[in-house]
Every structure is written in C-alpha cells, then in structure tokens.
C-alpha cells in the first residue's frame, strides 16, 4: 500500500487527515477506517481529508469518499474533501463527485 | 519483443500489483510518446479494469502492454464470468458508493473492447498518440 495517512487534531473538534501516495483498491481500506474514526469520534464536529500529497486515486478510493461523506451526514458531522489537484481533481471532476465532495456539510 | 521498447508482460497481477500494473502502462506511454494527459487517461483507465478484475473476477488477471509508433495497446484478461459488452454510458449519481469503475475506464479511454470467451474476458485499450 503506497499511502500514508495522517491523522491531525487541528483544534479541539476538528480533525484532517492528511494523505500522501496513490489512493487505490489497496489504499482504500486502510482509509476507510480512518475516515471512520474520525467521523464517528464523538469530540469531533469536523472532519477534513486533505488529498495535497495524493498523485493517483481510483474508483475505490473515490468510493471510500463518497462513503466518508455519507457516515459524516449521517453523525452531522461536518465532512469536506480538499486540495485535490492535477490528475486527482481532474478525476474527481469528470465522476462528478467533486463538487459533492468539497462542499461542506453536516 | 524488443527488450527496451516499453513493452511488458505481467502473467499474474493481483491486488499487491496494481502499482506495478501501473508502471508498466506509463512506462510504455513514455516510449510511445503519448503526452503527459494521455498517459494519465490511459494509467487510470487500465487501473480499473484491473481492479475490476482482482475486485470481481478471481482476485488475479494477467497484462500486456504494447507501445508502437501510433500508440500503446493494453489488453487486460481475466478468468472472470465475464462482463456486459457494451458498458454503461450513464454517469453514476455523485452520492453513489460505487458502479464507477468501467465507466471512468470508458471515458478516459474511447477505444476500449471487451471480448468473452470461454477461457474468461479480455480487455482492449488503445491510446493513441496524437
């Protein structure tokens, strides 16, 4: 698995999750149970997951998120996806998952 | 094959390989001369119908990659129940979880054939270089 995922506390309610690598079918898991864990952490109102470091993502991984955001309605947890540039946002765009993705809600 | 031209064959990928399966596929776009984007499309495309076939057709596939001077063909086989011949053209809504796959794989890449046989599925994609 070629992703690194880490997980900041940016103030008392707020987490981002900070990954680097390549977001696919082996990544997505592992990502997954992060996304989770923020979501469902009861002291958090607000989950960020900040795709800077992300070169490639896949289906799966555009899944994870999309599975992320609908957890976070869900919990009324505030959830946004952000940063994803170059290929990554080009990919986000033409699913048409972008817009859903980086609005916030919750 | 000619050892240097950027041709490759994986007999066996699995989900452990994509990232080789990946390689591979920009490796031969760079010896073809496709541009940067066409490469990316082609990178991403050749991804999920590998993941398509480690994910729902066996957990294995196999991969040859072929650049030549007007671009790179990529065949993807699996021993899998097969697949629709004709893949969906409708975008899935953004709230859906999955069904993404094949149809990213169809926009990113025009040129893509999908064969049924009794030994399993094959799948074309060519890029060409423009």
Not at chain 1, 60 to 74: H, N, P, Q, S, Y
Not at chain 2, 113 to 130: E, H, K
């Amino acid at each position: 698995v070629n992703l690194s995922i880490t997980t900041l506390r940016t103030d008392d309610a707020t987490i981002r999750l900070a990954l680097a690598g390549e977001v696919d079918l082996g990544g997505a898991k592992p990502l997954r149970e992060a996304i989770h864990g923020a979501v469902r952490d009861r002291t958090v109102t607000s989950v960020i997951v900040d795709l800077d470091g992300v070169t490639f993502i896949d289906s799966t991984g555009i899944a994870t998120l999309v599975d992320g955001r609908k957890l976070a309605d869900v919990c009324a947890t505030t959830f946004r996806v952000d940063n994803a540039r170059d290929l990554v946002r080009r990919v986000l765009e033409i699913t048409g998952v972008l817009t859903h993705l980086s609005s916030t809600s919750g | 094959m000619h050892p240097d031209d950027g041709g490759t064959t994986i007999d066996r990928f699995t989900i452990d390989d994509l990232q080789r399966v990946r390689a591979a596929v920009a490796n031969a776009a760079h010896h073809a001369g496709l541009t940067d984007t066409s490469s990316d499309d082609l990178v991403t495309a050749v991804n999920e119908v590998a993941v398509n076939a480690v994910a729902h057709a066996g957990g294995h596939g196999s991969l040859r990659v072929a650049p030549s001077a007007v671009g790179v063909l990529v065949e993807v086989h699996d021993d899998g129940p097969g697949m629709p011949a004709k893949l969906d053209l409708q975008r899935p809504s953004p709230e859906a979880i999955g069904g993404r796959g094949l149809w990213l794989a169809r926009m990113l890449c025009h040129q893509v054939t999908i064969a049924s046989d009794p030994s399993g599925v094959t799948v074309r994609l060519f890029m060409p270089r423009v």
